[in-house]
């Protein structure tokens, strides 16, 4: 099992440019999520995806887009990105059944790491 | 406010130095708490999940214990392998469970 696999591993842009961050899982997880994560600050939740179908904001969704494609994997989109969406992005996967405590547990992909000029 | 709080941010210890990180928080309704492991360039690795007071788990040489309001992380003779950041997070249990995260324990273990 390869887990959660993120590509790219790194990017520049210049201000203004579009582009997508793939994230994909191969543990059958049912919710999978896209975070940042800054210096000083902990882990921000950006989108959540509960079940293959549906999608919707964390604490920080301004700027970004989402979608998720199946039940493998959920992409994050930054339309015209800024300087301050310079980052690194984790996605995440968590099995999450109901009544079931033990399947909350997050997992994480390598990450992205993005620099927006 | 939910809020996690991780403390000290940076521990120097000598290799074999036992020492404890430790995690705060006030969140309205505690689902689970986590422990994860992060080294530079990489992702958190998941250690440790705690869901009631009193629960321990342990793990080599670590080992996390959950109280009302705190969660210690023990590191029992560290090697220099350990040194890592160390982050905590709490799951609540209030709409989609949110995962709320501390800003983490930079620890280094010098041989």
């Known amino acids: 099992n390869a887990g959660v696999t993120q590509t790219p591993k790194f990017q520049v842009l210049k201000t203004g440019q579009s582009m997508t961050l793939q994230c994909a899982q191969d543990?059958?997880?049912?919710?999978m999520y896209w975070y940042r994560q800054d210096p000083g600050m902990g882990l921000r939740l950006i989108y959540y995806?509960?079940?293959?179908?549906?999608?919707d904001k964390g604490e920080v969704p301004n700027g970004y887009n989402v979608s998720r494609l199946n039940k493998r994997e959920f992409s994050l989109r930054l339309e015209s990105a800024a300087p301050s969406q310079t980052s690194v992005y984790f996605c995440?996967?968590?099995?999450?059944?109901?009544?079931?405590?033990?399947?909350?547990?997050?997992?994480f992909g390598p990450g992205t790491r993005l620099t927006v000029l | 406010e939910d809020q996690v709080t991780q403390s000290p941010e940076a521990l120097r210890l000598q290799e074999g130095e036992s020492s404890s990180l430790n995690c705060s928080y006030t969140?309205?309704?505690?689902?689970?708490l986590f422990w994860y492991r992060q080294d530079p360039g990489k992702g958190p690795e998941f250690l440790f999940t705690?869901?009631?007071a009193g629960e321990e788990k342990e793990k080599e040489r670590l080992k996390a214990t959950l109280t009302k309001k705190e969660s210690f992380l023990h590191i029992t003779a560290p090697k220099p392998e350990d040194s890592a950041t160390y982050l905590c997070?709490?799951?609540?249990?209030?709409?989609?469970?949110?995962?709320?995260f501390g800003t983490g324990t930079r620890l280094l273990v010098s041989p």
């Open positions: 995440a996967s968590s099995e999450r059944s109901a009544g079931r405590p033990s399947t909350d547990t997050q997992y």
């Open positions: 543990m059958n997880h049912n919710s």
């Open positions: 995806s509960a079940s293959e179908g549906t999608t």
């Open positions: 969140v309205s309704g505690l689902r689970g």
């Open positions: 705690l869901y009631s």
């Open positions: 997070a709490v799951l609540m249990n209030t709409g989609f469970q949110k995962l709320v």
